[in-house]
């Protein structure tokens, strides 16, 4: 899903040196030689693209690798699925208005970049 957090998970695996992570279009392969995880932000999920990145990471000997997609990874391996509740945006707009002092206004938010283009428009 759309603005889930799942980039802002993989940009902090990789700040606590727990992997390395690239987006999909500008992956190097070289430098991740070796690397027992590595994160691919935006990387396609068709079956056959995902059976492509199982040859390269054998070939750079890379142990692991965890792809964040829009789409469920269409392929046989474990996948987890994230998701923004009506519950977590209730926590956002409390936690950012208590400690920030910023009002996102009510309604139908689909994703937490929602809430920040309602909360543009709402200071034009």
Known sequence: AEGAGKT????LLERQARAAYATADAIPW????GR???VLDGYD???RAVRSLRSMLQLYGIG?????SRQRVKDDI???????????????RAT???ELGVLIPDGDHRNLWDCFDELEVSHD
Do not use: M, N
């Open 78 to 92: 474990p996948c987890l699925h994230l998701a923004v509740t009506e519950h977590d945006l209730q926590i956002a």
């Open 36 to 38: 027992p995880l590595v």
């Open 64 to 68: 692991q690798a965890i792809i964040l």
């Open 30 to 33: 070289e430098s991740w030689k």
């Open 8 to 11: 802002f998970l993989g940009q």
């Open 45 to 47: 999920s068709s079956r």
């Open 96 to 98: 950012l208005y208590r």
